[in-house]
């Protein structure tokens, strides 16, 4: 018997590690997924999983009240950068109405709205420089969760844009898309698409094979097995393409089927999707065996997509030849991609810039802060890299001027 009546020796201490990394993956929607794993016979679809983790109604990651944007949130999408994306992009509307015959009735969707910054920098430019096409606008602003949409309300009525001054509609995703009857306009999005649920595949040989969430001690873990749906084995027919031996990839069946209900929505109009992603014969090229899935906290890339689910953002690059075939079901034409540097120089980068030049004497900060804006959006390696998919049904694609050359640019000047 010695003084100390605790006897640690068998004690295997280092084995704590394990139980205190357990803890910080736990968030509350952790027991959630772990639910659902065990009701579902040991694992969920990938796509399942992501669904929850972006979008469970109290603990999903876009569903959280307190959801901060910008510099200040976990990553910075283009139009928390600066409302210069937003005003560049209204000039693109402003020609879509003309081309259209300036409608009476011009509905104006945004799907997936974020902060509501972005739709807020359009009505500020069209009610500025574009009278008629603001008082034509039926603005429509779209989301997943109750609380997107107020923090998208709050954000336009601080501008003017709430009744009894102007209508805005907020509505869900879900139930604009259900209803019947067809809009004219047209339908713009950043960086909406690649928040929407995946599956994972694995190639092995000719057939697929899918990656599923399942649980091993708690933790969250994928695991390979027959495809869940034929859908995915038919995706790749129809592109004609498999990604390479061995390789992840991405499968955004949730993404193809929201295009082609929007595309089916518009009587007659435009379709600009900016977000990141390739064509499909880049995307599934044989050289990328890890897919694009990529986890963001805090502005940090973070290694594991299944870690912290809720709390953390998961996007990936999307396929933009299926969304355009998806469209093209609808009676949509789709012009190449351009990139969102290239589109944003013939809106009219440059020539904000140069204004903003001539009064930078008045203010050298502000000018400052401009162009690191402008140069922001536009850097390759980041932002400027982001594809823009432009599409029309019933109204001219050709010559359009987010598509036009930068070379025409250069011949004006
Ligand atoms: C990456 S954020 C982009 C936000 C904004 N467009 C921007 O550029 O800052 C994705 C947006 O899509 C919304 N979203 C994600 N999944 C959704 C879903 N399944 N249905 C509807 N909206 C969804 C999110 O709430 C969020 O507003």
């Known amino acids: 018997m010695t003084d100390n009546p605790h006897n640690f020796a068998e004690a295997d201490d280092f084995a704590l590690a394990d139980e205190f990394a357990l803890a910080a993956e736990s968030t509350p929607l952790l027991p ?31 569903s959280r009240k307190d959801l901060r944007w910008g510099k200040d949130g976990d990553y910075e999408t283009s139009p ?14 402003l020609e879509c109405w003309e081309r259209l015959g300036r409608p009476e009735e011009f509905a104006l969707v945004e799907p997936g709205a974020g902060s509501g ?26 989301d997943g969760h109750p609380h997107r949409l107020d923090q998208q309300r709050a954000t336009l009525a601080a501008r003017g844009f709430a009744p009894p001054a102007y209508e805005v509609e907020h509505a869900l995703t879900e139930d604009w898309l259900a209803r019947p009857g067809r809009v004219t306009g047209i339908v713009i999005s950043n960086e909406f698409f690649d928040a ?25 873990a994928l695991e390979a097995g027959e495809t869940s749906t034929a859908a995915i084995a038919a995706y ?47 995307l599934y090229a044989s050289w990328r065996t890890q897919g694009t899935l990529m986890a963001f906290r805090g502005h940090s890339p973070q290694p594991d997509p299944l870690g912290q689910p809720g709390r953390t953002d998961l996007t990936y690059h999307v396929d933009f030849t299926t969304l355009a075939t998806a469209a093209a079901q609808e009676g949509f034409e789709s012009a190449p991609l351009t990139t969102q540097a290239e589109a944003l120089s ?51 694609l050709d010559g359009l001027r ?10 004006r000047a």
């Open 32 to 62: 959630v997924i772990l639910d659902a794993i065990a009701r579902e016979g040991g694992r969920i679809t990938f796509a399942e999983f992501m669904g929850l983790a972006l979008g469970h109604p109290e603990h999903g990651y876009y």
């Open 80 to 93: 928390e950068v600066h409302p210069i994306f937003g005003y560049l992009w209204a000039r693109q509307i």
């Open 117 to 142: 910054a972005f739709m807020a920098a359009i009505l500020t430019w069209l009610r500025a420089r574009a009278p008629e096409c603001f008082e034509a606008a039926r603005p429509t602003v779209l």
């Open 196 to 220: 929407l649920p995946i599956h994972l595949m694995e190639r092995e040989g000719d057939d697929p094979r899918e990656l599923y969430v399942t649980s091993e001690g708690g933790r969250l």
């Open 236 to 282: 790749f027919d129809a592109l004609g393409l498999r990604p390479g031996e061995g390789a992840t990839a991405e499968v955004g069946l949730a993404a193809r089927d929201a295009m082609q209900r929007f595309a089916a929505r518009v009587e007659r109009g435009y379709i600009l999707t900016t977000d990141y992603g390739y064509e499909a014969r880049e």
């Open 346 to 396: 013939v809106l009219g980068l440059a020539d904000a810039l140069r204004a903003a030049g001539e009064r930078a004497h008045e203010d050298v900060h502000r000018y400052a802060a401009e162009r690191r804006a402008a140069e922001t959006l536009t850097d390759m390696s980041g932002l400027g890299r982001i594809a823009v998919l432009a599409m029309a049904k019933g109204a001219p």
């Open 402 to 411: 987010c598509l036009q050359p930068i070379e025409s640019l250069m011949r």
